[in-house]
C-alpha cells in the first residue's frame, strides 16, 4: 500500500525533529518530502546560539589568581567546592528548562533533534553545570557537522574527562575508564578490540586533564611516552593518536551508523542498508550532515514498515505535545517532574551508556503516566506521580529530594493553550472527515484508535470541543506513544 505524502511528512518530523508544529501541519499534504527536508537543512544551518545558564565559576571564585598551584588550591577549597555544587544543581535544572523549550521552539530541529542523540552517545552526568554547558555547547555546535571533530573535542572535555576518571591517569597509575568507554561506547564498539587495547590506549591518553579553570591541559610529567601496540600498530602514540587510529577504523563509521540507523529508522536494522550509510559515512569522512542527507532521502526511510514503530523518548513525547499544542506552562518546572517520572532526565542519563531507549521506555507505572500527560497538561489534573528509581543511589537520592520537593511546589501542571492555531490546522475539513483528519495528523500508527471508542469520550457540544477533545484524548493512547 502505498504510503500517503502527509503521512511521509509526519514520519520526517517525529524522527529528524520533535514532530509537527501547528502552523506547519495543514502544508503537509502538498508538501514533497524532499523539500521539507531541505527546509529543515536550512533551518538549521544557522549559528548556534548558546544556550547559557551560568558563568565559569572560576572567573568568580578564583579572583585573578594565575598560578596553577594557587588556583588548584583555591578550586579544592571545601567551602567553594560545596558553593559550587550547590550552584550546579539550580543551573543544571535551568539548562536542562532552556534546552527542552529550545526543542521546542526552535526552528533549527534539525539541529536540536540530532544533539539530543549526542547527548545520549556522548552520555555524562557531573554535578557541575559550567562543564555540562559547555559540553552541550560543544555538541549542538558539531551535532550535523563532522564526527571527528566531535569526538576529539568531546573527548578533551573537562565534562567527559571529570565523568570518565581520566584526570586519575597517570603514567604511574593509569586508569583504563576513559579509554575503554571511548572504544565501547563512542566509536568502535564492543568486541572490535581487545583488553590489551584497552591497556595500551590508558597509557596513551595519560596526562590528559583539565585545570581549576576548566580548560583542557596536557600534563607532560603525567604521560606515558613509552612505546605502544594499539589496534595492531606499534609507536610512542599519545591521545590525539589513538583518536586518529580508531577514526581510521572503518568500524567505527559502521558503529555510529547502526546506532543511527536503530535511533532513526528501525530498531529491526536492514543490514543491506545500515551497511550502505556506514560505508558512505566512512567515505564521506564522518560528514554528519552528508549521512543525514543519505538517510532521510532514501526510499528505505518510508516503507510503511519504518512508520509508526519507535516509542518516543519521554522528551520526545513532551517536546511533541507542546509543538502540536501551542502553550503556556504555568509553571514550567512540572516538566523536570514529567521527565524524572517517565525516565529521561536531560544530563543525569542512568550510566555511561546512556538511556537504552526502545521498550525500556514503557513499564506498567510509566505507560499510565504518559497517558495522563496530555490530560494534566490541559485540564489540570493532578500531578501525583512517583518518580522513577534511579541506576545511580547517590545520584538518586538527590534526585528523590529534589522531585519531592518539586511536587510540593508544583500544583498543577497544566498550561494555557493556543486554541485557535490548533483549530486553522483543520478550519477546511468537512465535518463528517473531521475525526478522520484529526487521527491522521495526531497518530503515525498503521492501527487507529476506533471511531465507536473515540465517540465515547469527545465532546459533541461544537466543532471546537470536538477538536479539542478529539486531539486530547488521541494523544492518551497507546498509540500516540510510537512515531
Not at 545520549?120 to 559540553?135: K, M, T, V, Y
Not at 558512505?280 to 516503507?303: C, G, M, P, Q, V
Request: glycine share 4%; aromatic share 8%.
Amino acid at each position: 500500500m502505498a504510503v500517503l505524502n502527509r503521512l511521509k511528512n509526519q514520519h520526517l518530523l517525529w524522527r529528524s525533529a520533535f514532530g509537527p508544529m501547528a502552523e506547519n501541519v495543514a502544508s503537509l499534504n502538498t508538501m514533497s518530502p524532499k523539500t521539507l527536508w531541505a527546509l529543515l537543512v536550512k533551518a538549521s544551518s544557522k549559528p548556534v546560539e548558546k544556550i547559557e545558564v551560568t558563568k565559569n565559576p572560576a572567573d568568580e571564585y578564583l579572583m585573578g589568581v594565575t598560578d596553577p598551584k594557587e588556583m588548584e588550591k583555591a578550586a579544592n577549597n571545601p567551602e567553594l567546592r560545596k558553593k559550587i555544587r550547590e550552584k550546579s544543581r539550580d543551573d543544571i535544572k535551568n539548562l536542562n528548562l532552556q534546552w527542552l523549550e529550545t526543542m521546542v521552539n526552535s526552528e533549527a530541529q534539525l539541529r536540536e533533534k540530532m544533539s539530543l542523540f549526542w547527548h545520549g552517545h556522548f552520555a555524562c552526568r557531573i554535578q557541575n553545570s559550567f562543564f555540562q554547558q559547555e559540553l552541550l555547547h560543544m555538541i549542538r555546535s558539531h551535532a550535523l557537522g563532522s564526527f571527528a571533530d566531535m569526538l576529539k573535542m568531546v573527548s578533551k572535555s573537562p565534562a567527559m574527562l571529570q565523568f570518565l576518571n581520566n584526570q586519575q591517569n597517570k603514567k604511574s597509575h593509569p586508569n583504563e575508564n576513559f579509554a575503554r568507554e571511548v572504544m565501547e561506547l563512542f566509536t568502535v564498539g564492543r568486541g572490535n578490540y581487545t583488553e590489551n587495547d584497552v591497556k595500551e590506549a590508558a597509557r596513551a591518553f595519560t596526562g590528559w586533564a583539565f585545570n581549576a579553570k576548566g580548560e583542557f591541559v596536557f600534563r607532560k610529567l603525567q604521560h606515558d611516552d613509552g612505546s605502544k601496540t594499539f589496534l595492531g600498530k606499534t609507536g610512542h602514540f599519545d591521545g590525539d593518536d589513538i583518536l586518529n587510529m580508531l577514526l581510521e577504523n572503518k568500524q567505527t563509521a559502521n558503529t555510529i551508523s547502526k546506532k543511527i540507523y536503530r535511533y532513526f529508522v528501525n530498531e529491526n536494522t536492514n543490514e543491506q542498508n545500515q551497511q550502505w550509510l556506514g560505508n558512505r559515512f566512512f567515505n564521506n569522512h564522518y560528514d554528519i550532515a552528508k549521512l543525514l542527507e543519505d538517510l532521510y532521502t532514501s526510499d528505505w526511510f518510508y516503507d510503511e514498515k519504518n512508520i509508526g514503530t519507535r516509542i518516543k523518548s519521554p522528551v520526545e513525547l513532551l517536546a511533541g505535545i507542546r509543538r502540536l499544542l501551542p502553550m503556556q506552562l504555568e509553571n514550567d518546572q512540572s516538566q523536570l517532574l514529567f521527565e524524572r517520572a517517565l525516565g529521561q532526565i536531560l544530563f543525569y542519563p542512568p550510566n555511561v551508556a546512556g538511556w537504552p531507549g526502545g521498550k525500556n521506555w514503557i513499564d506498567s507505572s510509566s505507560l499510565m503516566l504518559r497517558l495522563r500527560v496530555p490530560h494534566i497538561l490541559t485540564a489540570n489534573d493532578a500531578l501525583d506521580i512517583m518518580p522513577k528509581a534511579d541506576d545511580d543511589v547517590q545520584m538518586g537520592q538527590m534526585m528523590e529530594a529534589r522531585a519531592k520537593k518539586l511536587k510540593e511546589a508544583v500544583k498543577g501542571g497544566a498550561a494555557v493553550i493556543d486554541w485557535v492555531a490548533v483549530n486553522k490546522i483543520f478550519e477546511k475539513v468537512q465535518r463528517e472527515k473531521l475525526l478522520e483528519t484529526i487521527t491522521s495528523t495526531v497518530l503515525q500508527t498503521k492501527g487507529k484508535v476506533s471511531n465507536a471508542v473515540l465517540d465515547k469520550y469527545i465532546n459533541t457540544g461544537n466543532r471546537e470541543n470536538y477538536i479539542k477533545s478529539a486531539i486530547v484524548n488521541l494523544m492518551a493512547t497507546p498509540e500516540y506513544q510510537l512515531c
